[in-house]
C-alpha cells in the first residue's frame, strides 16, 4: 500500500529555507504514470498547490511562488524534496505531499501532512 | 490563471438529507480536468471524483459529480455521519506552458 511521508523540522526563522522531504513506499517514484507534488494549507489561503516533480527532475511550478520554490526527486532514496527560500510568516501552514496521476489528473494519494511555522 | 469559487461557504444539513456543492470556474475548462476531494479535520484531502463524474476507487455512490463548461457540481444523495466534512473542488489546466493545478475555496458541510 502505497505511503507518503513528510519529514522536517517544524520551526523555521524569517528569511531562511524551508526544507522538507517526502519519502515514499509501497510505490516507486519513478514509475512513469505520476509525478510527486506538494501543496501546502492555511486558514488564510486554503489549500494552495506549490509545485509537482516527475521522475526525471522535470517540474511545474505555482506562478506565484516560483522565484523562491526548488523542488526535487532522488529516485536512489525514492523521496522527493521541497526547498522554499526566504519565508515570512505568511508561509506558515501544513506541508502536504502527494501523488499526481498523470492520466487522472488528480492528487490520488496524499501524506498526512506536517506543520510548519515561520517565526523567529 | 483560472479561479474555482465555491458555493455556499457553509451547507447546514441533517443525515438523511441532500448536499449539493457547487463550483465555478472563472472561465470554460474541460471536464476531465475537474475533482472533488473531501478532508476532515485533522486529515489529509481524499480523492472522491475525477473527470467531473468519475468516482474514486471505493467511494460510494451516494457521491456524484456533474458539470461542465464553467459550472460543476459535486451531491450527496443522503448524508451519513461520516460526510460532513470539508469539500474542495480542483482543477488542472495549463497556461504560459505551465501545468498548473488550483484549488476552490472549500465548502464545510456541517450537521444542523
Known amino acids: 500500500q502505497l505511503q507518503l511521508q513528510e519529514s522536517g523540522p517544524g520551526l523555521v526563522k524569517p528569511s531562511e529555507t524551508l526544507s522538507l522531504t517526502c519519502a515514499v513506499s509501497?510505490?516507486?517514484?519513478?514509475?512513469?504514470?505520476?509525478?510527486w507534488g506538494w501543496i501546502r494549507q492555511s486558514p488564510g489561503r486554503g489549500l494552495e498547490w506549490i509545485g509537482n516533480?516527475?521522475?526525471?527532475?522535470?517540474?511545474s511550478y505555482n506562478p506565484s511562488l516560483r522565484s523562491r520554490v526548488t523542488i526535487s526527486v532522488d529516485t536512489s532514496k525514492n523521496q522527493f524534496s521541497l526547498q522554499l527560500s526566504s519565508v515570512t510568516a505568511t508561509d506558515t501552514a501544513v506541508f502536504y505531499c502527494?501523488?499526481?496521476?498523470?492520466?487522472?489528473?488528480?492528487?490520488?494519494?496524499w501524506g498526512q501532512g506536517t506543520p510548519v511555522t515561520v517565526s523567529s | 490563471e483560472i479561479v474555482m469559487t465555491q458555493s455556499p461557504g457553509t451547507l447546514s444539513l441533517s443525515p438523511g438529507e441532500r448536499g449539493i456543492v457547487s463550483c465555478r470556474a472563472s472561465q470554460s475548462v474541460s471536464s476531465s480536468y475537474v475533482a472533488w476531494y473531501q478532508q476532515k479535520p485533522g486529515q489529509a484531502p481524499r480523492l472522491l471524483i475525477y473527470?467531473?463524474?468519475t468516482r474514486a476507487t471505493g467511494i460510494p455512490d451516494r457521491f456524484s459529480g456533474s458539470g461542465s463548461g464553467t459550472d460543476f457540481t459535486l451531491t450527496i444523495s443522503r448524508l451519513e455521519p461520516e460526510d460532513f466534512a470539508v469539500y474542495y473542488c480542483h482543477q488542472y489546466g495549463q497556461q504560459y506552458g505551465s501545468h498548473l493545478r488550483t484549488f476552490g475555496q472549500g465548502t464545510k458541510v456541517e450537521m444542523k
Open positions: 509501497g510505490g516507486s517514484v519513478s514509475s512513469d504514470t505520476y509525478s
Open positions: 473527470g467531473a463524474s
Open positions: 502527494a501523488r499526481w496521476h498523470v492520466n487522472m489528473l488528480v492528487f490520488d494519494h
Open positions: 516533480v516527475y521522475y526525471t527532475g522535470s517540474t
